[in-house]
């Protein structure tokens, strides 16, 4: 089983559409959450840190459920700039060498 | 406001050839990686060092090494670089007291 999974999509959305996907881990004891975003051909970037009890940044909320073991990213009223990959990655160990990435979910936003 | 760099963008090497890619970070993190990104297989750590001198291997160490001498740059060796180490290879910086990996730009490696 692999340890960070996601959908690789694509996700092809309507622009002012809310989009939301999924990211599942298989390390009960993992201990800290992230969303990256990667625009294409160009470096990850973080895009937010997923707390126990959820969190929103504007237009964008993730939340952690501990005992199915996923993290999930919602995008409310999404915009064309959205468009990007947006890579999980998940701290299994608590060291650096722990962060473990998702191989990412690809979102495309239409006009 | 750039943090972390890498010496190329785009390299073309020969097999058989050894490659140096360099990684410079200038926010005083201990940590440092070297990943690289292909297609369908996401980002999948080479190596990282906690600390100067210090590395530790990830999961696809084979046909690489690393130095790091000094804190702020990260170096990357492919020994004997092969047709199967064309890849886009991006490093990353981590403070000990930090959650946020800081990428560079990438350095898309080809090997004919």
């Known amino acids: 089983r692999k340890e960070v999974e996601q959908d690789p999509g694509p996700f092809n959305v309507p622009e002012g559409a809310t989009v939301a996907f999924n990211c599942t881990y298989s390390?009960?004891?993992?201990?800290?959450f992230f969303w990256y975003r990667q625009d294409c051909r160009k470096e990850p970037k973080l895009l937010m840190s997923?707390?126990?009890s959820g969190n929103e940044d504007g237009r964008f909320t993730a939340q952690l459920n501990r005992a199915s073991q996923y993290i999930s990213l919602l995008i409310r009223d999404s915009k064309l700039s959205d468009s990007a990959t947006y890579l999980c990655?998940?701290?299994?160990?608590?060291?650096?060498?722990?962060?473990?990435f998702g191989k990412g979910t690809h979102l495309i936003i239409q006009p | 406001d750039v943090k972390v760099t890498q010496s190329s963008r785009y390299l073309v090497k020969r097999t058989g050839e050894k490659v140096f890619l360099e990684c410079v970070q200038d926010m005083d993190h201990e940590n440092m990686f070297w990943y690289r990104q292909d297609p369908g297989l996401g980002l999948r750590l080479i190596y990282f060092?906690?600390?100067?001198?210090?590395?530790e291997k990830g999961d696809i160490p084979e046909g690489y090494s690393v130095s790091r001498e000094k804190k702020e740059r990260f170096s990357l060796i492919l020994e004997s670089a092969s047709t199967n180490q064309t890849s886009m290879y991006l490093c990353?910086?981590?403070?000990?007291?930090?959650?946020?990996?800081?990428f560079g730009p990438g350095t898309r490696l080809t090997v004919t």
């Open positions: 997923v707390y126990s």
């Open positions: 990353a910086s981590l403070g000990r007291e930090s959650y946020e990996q800081y």
């Open positions: 990655v998940v701290n299994i160990g608590g060291g650096a060498d722990g962060l473990t």
């Open positions: 390390n009960s004891a993992s201990q800290s």
């Open positions: 060092s906690y600390d100067v001198k210090m590395k």
